[in-house]
Nanobody, 124 residues
Framework: QVQLVESGGGLVEAGGSLQLSCVPS????????MGWFRQAPGKEREFVAT????????IYADSVKGRFTISKDNVKNMTYLQMNSLKPEDTAIYYC?????????????????WGQGTQVTVSS
C-alpha cells in the first residue's frame, strides 16, 4: 500500500509562487508515474501535470503550461510542483497522484493512489 503525503500549500497573492512537495511511502521499489490534480469548490477534480517514472517526460494542462513545472527527484523519492505567476483561478485543493507501472497519469481513472490534498489559495 502506497501513501502519498503532500506539503507546501498556503495563501499567496496573485503573481506569487508556491512549491508543492509529495513523498510516497510503502513501495519504494515500484515504478510510478507521478502527477498533480486539483479540485476547486463545486468543480470536478482536474489534471494539472504529470511526470514519467524516470522523469524523462512531463505533460501539463493548457491552463498551467508555462507557469507550473513538475519535477521528480528519484534519489530523495520526492515529486515537486513549482507554481509561478499564480492566478486567483488556481485556487483549489491540490492532490498528489501516483500511477503504478504507468508512464503518465492524465486522467483520474489512471491514478492508483491519492494524497490527502493541500490547499492553495491565491488572492487577487
Amino acid at each position: 500500500q502506497v501513501q502519498l503525503v503532500e506539503s507546501g500549500g498556503g495563501l499567496v497573492e496573485a503573481g506569487g509562487s508556491l512549491q508543492l512537495s509529495c513523498v510516497p511511502s510503502g513501495s519504494p521499489d515500484s515504478s510510478y508515474a507521478m502527477g498533480w490534480f486539483r479540485q476547486a469548490p463545486g468543480k470536478e477534480r482536474e489534471f494539472v501535470a504529470t511526470i514519467s517514472p524516470r522523469a524523462t517526460s512531463a505533460i501539463y494542462a493548457d491552463s498551467v503550461k508555462g507557469r507550473f513545472t513538475i519535477s521528480k527527484d528519484n534519489v530523495k523519492n520526492m515529486t515537486y510542483l513549482q507554481m509561478n505567476s499564480l492566478k486567483p483561478e488556481d485556487t483549489a485543493i491540490y492532490y498528489c497522484a501516483a500511477g503504478l507501472n504507468k508512464m503518465s497519469v492524465t486522467f483520474t481513472s489512471r491514478v492508483d493512489y491519492w494524497g490527502q490534498g493541500t490547499q492553495v489559495t491565491v488572492s487577487s
